[in-house]
């Protein structure tokens, strides 16, 4: 399917999203927290869309906001999707986990939390995954300072 | 064969224990905590960070030239195509015109790669399930493809002879030569391995039926690599998004339906092949010109978000790079193939025993520095 | 030391001359059996036979296994077996980089090893943080910082022929020890000497 069709196809299911392809070589489509677990779960399991493959989620620090970003695919037809969320509130982040829409969701939303300190609800098993249990703060923010262990050049 | 029932006075009870990090049977530092009841598997849990070098905060602060360096180390066993990724998205992003012969010539050494790491996994393979002499001829038919690039790039193993923009030097006047001598050496040593491994009825009896991943898990657990294609889901990058001079040859890509540990070890042996014949029709017509694009002396590029997927001998890389305009990325990720590979582990070794967990992790070809990072 | 004459058995001649330096110990059946100074021995036989434990931890863990491989072999100098468990090792080659997570596991293994035993820091990660050294916060900056090094192999990574130099620098440290007055490494290194 062509970007126009998805785009409008996408924009029937809710007024709140923003589509923008500028800055990129996917269609983008920024969706607010609260309907992320149902829009992503219409996009996999429609018949027009099928996009079953998820192939890449990563943090990104906004500077003020803190947000996640799905890459997807659909094996069938072979078009690609690019999915994004943020949230405002940098002490406690909250959002809604995709384990169980895609499985490989598991160690990437592991991953998330132990840089940013995003925390994912209704996920198996949310602990650190690369860094020790009990290191303090998050390594990928960019308000992160380790004067012991960093050497900045 | 009989099997034996247990006398009702017997309990059994579950039993922890620790594959810790060092150990010859886990490729690298990976620590698996396994629960079992006699040898059967009810749960396995993998503890990772034990070799995490933060290389994502590392590229915050770099030059891009600087990042080409630093992923030669991730998947040390496919370097050139590690290289090859970052610096194809750079010049996307830049837009610049690459020559012919850098494309070509750059397929033909990624290609070279994967059978070099092919090799590897196939001598480590025999190594894990117990026969130790594949591991002397794995290595030496490796030793002669090192003295190829030593030749060509200057280094063994970490070669970093892409840069954003071209090849670092042109190739040496005997390395057409010596290429073709090898392909022809090559092709008499492969039917060797299936002596010695593959009609092996030890081996057979090993892999057959061990470790079994259906097509929809696949896909929904994100394996990519002959990991998928073992299991009847066709993910070959260079078939549905090609990259350099791929979309000019012509190959098979090597697909099976039962997704069993001996359809993977089949699946790479035949990627070998089509590897030398990829090679075969690329070598003889390497066209002039020149092997490297001008470029700034400091990169940067314009504001926005670029991805680029290439296919490495473990699965499908991608490269993230949002970019704001100045000679560093904001934010770069890379979407390793190990990573979504291991995540499958839990579920596919669950109800076998170790031993088959011990055969199933070797044709999963984890690098443990790709999935740490 | 000197020649102990008072169980000469009787009717032997004595064929040792007066001023000789080495202890001669009077065998069963009536033969001299010499042992020169004891030490060289020893040695020779403790160089010509380490063997190393398993212990690659990234890319230069490949550079080892090729020098392991039948083109540079290194069990021509000794070192025929590498061992899985580190009771039974008497080398330790870290290949590789060492990181926080990583660096206490490195320190039992090498407390779980018999002495007399020796370490060998591969590449310029074990080294001194190596590529890894700005701008990590989880990299530990030389395997130095965790246990006493014997010899260093530069490169990233070292050829399969330079890291057959540095074994064989290491056999000719051990040919030159002396088992009275040897200086255990480990003492005084948690301190910081």
Redesign the interface.
């Known amino acids: 399917m062509k970007n126009e069709d998805l785009q409008g196809l996408i924009a029937s299911w809710s007024p709140n999203l923003v589509f923008t392809e500028e800055g990129s070589q996917y269609l983008n489509v920024t969706v607010p927290i609260e309907e992320l677990h149902s829009i992503m779960s219409k996009l996999k399991h429609n018949d027009q869309t099928s996009l079953d493959y998820l192939f890449c989620l990563s943090g990104v620090d906004w500077g003020e906001e803190l947000g996640v970003v799905y890459h997807l695919e659909s094996t069938n037809f072979r078009h690609s999707l690019v999915v994004k969320t943020q949230t405002t509130e940098r002490e406690n982040p909250v959002l809604d986990s995709v384990y169980d829409i895609w499985a490989t969701a598991e160690f990437h939303e592991r991953e998330v939390f132990d840089f940013f300190g995003i925390e994912f609800t209704n996920h198996p098993n949310l602990k650190r995954l690369f860094l020790t249990d009990d290191w303090d703060g998050f390594p990928l923010r960019k308000d992160y300072e380790d004067n012991i262990n960093m050497i900045i050049k | 064969m009989e099997t034996v029932t247990l006398n009702s006075n017997f309990k059994s009870e579950e039993y922890f224990i620790n594959m810790g990090p060092q150990h010859p049977a886990t490729h690298g530092v990976l620590r698996l905590l396994l629960t079992i009841d006699g040898e059967i598997i009810k749960k396995v849990e993998p503890d990772l960070g034990y070799i995490h070098r933060s290389i994502e905060k590392m590229c915050e602060r770099d030059s891009y030239q600087q990042i080409v360096h630093l992923t030669d180390r991730m998947d040390y066993l496919s370097a050139n195509i590690n290289n090859e990724a970052v610096c194809l998205t750079v010049e996307n992003a830049l837009q610049l015109e690459i020559p012919e012969r850098v494309k070509v010539i750059r397929t033909i050494i990624g290609e070279l790669t994967r059978i070099s790491s092919h090799c590897l996994w196939w001598g480590v393979m025999g190594m894990d399930v117990g026969a130790l002499t594949t591991y002397f001829y794995g290595f030496r038919d490796r030793e002669l493809l090192n003295d190829i690039f030593e030749e060509t790039c200057g280094a063994r193993l970490t070669m970093n002879y892409n840069v954003p923009g071209g090849l670092m030097f042109d190739i040496h006047p005997n390395f057409v030569k010596r290429v073709k001598e090898f392909i022809t050496h090559f092709k008499s040593k492969l039917p060797e391995y299936d002596r010695l491994l593959t009609n092996n009825i030890i081996f057979q009896k090993r892999a057959i039926g061990v470790g079994i991943l259906s097509r929809e898990d696949a896909i929904s657990y994100g394996a990519s690599g002959p990991v998928g294609r073992a299991s009847g889901y066709s993910c070959d990058v260079r078939k549905h998004h090609p990259y350099s001079a791929l979309d000019k040859v012509t190959f098979n890509e090597a697909l099976r339906s039962e997704g069993d540990t001996y359809a993977r070890y089949l699946v790479r042996i035949q990627e070998m092949w089509e590897s030398l014949s990829i090679v075969e029709q690329l070598i003889d017509n390497i066209p002039e010109g020149e092997f490297r694009v001008a470029t700034k002396a400091v990169i940067k590029l314009p504001k926005g978000e670029y991805f680029q997927k290439v296919e490495t001998a473990r699965g499908e890389l991608g490269v993230y790079i949002i970019s704001t305009g100045l000679k560093s990325p904001y934010r770069l990720k890379f979407r390793s193939p190990g990573f979504s590979n291991l995540s499958l582990l839990n579920h596919i070794a669950v109800g076998g025993k170790i031993g088959d967990l011990v055969a199933t992790m070797a044709t999963l070809d984890l690098v443990i520095p790709d999935i740490d990072r | 030391m000197g020649i102990d004459r008072k169980n000469e058995p009787t009717g032997q001649m004595s064929k040792v001359p007066e001023d000789f330096p080495g202890k001669v110990i009077p065998a069963g059946n009536g033969a001299n059996v010499i042992v020169t100074s004891l030490d060289k021995i020893i040695n020779w036989g403790r160089s010509n036979s380490l063997w190393s434990l398993?212990?690659?931890?990234?890319?230069c863990?490949?550079?080892m296994?090729?020098t392991g491989?039948?083109?540079h072999d290194y069990s021509r100098f000794g070192f025929e077996v590498a061992r899985?468990s580190p009771r039974q090792a008497d080398l330790i080659i870290i290949a590789?980089?060492i990181?926080?997570?990583?660096a206490p596991?490195l320190r039992r293994?090498y407390d779980q090893m018999a002495e007399p035993r020796y370490v060998i820091a591969m590449g310029a990660c074990a080294i001194s943080g190596g590529?890894?050294?700005?701008?990590?916060?989880?990299?530990v900056?030389g395997a130095d910082h965790v246990i006493p090094v014997d010899v260093y192999v530069p490169g990233?990574?070292p050829?399969p022929e330079a890291l057959l130099e540095g074994m064989l620098m290491l056999q000719d440290k051990i040919r030159t020890e002396n088992m009275k007055h040897k200086i255990n490494p480990i003492e005084g290194f948690d301190e910081g000497l």
């Open positions: 398993y212990f690659g931890t990234s890319c863990a490949i550079e296994m090729q491989a039948s083109r899985p590789g980089t990181v926080n997570k990583m596991v293994l590529p890894f050294f700005y701008n990590t916060y989880s990299v900056k990233c990574p050829r």
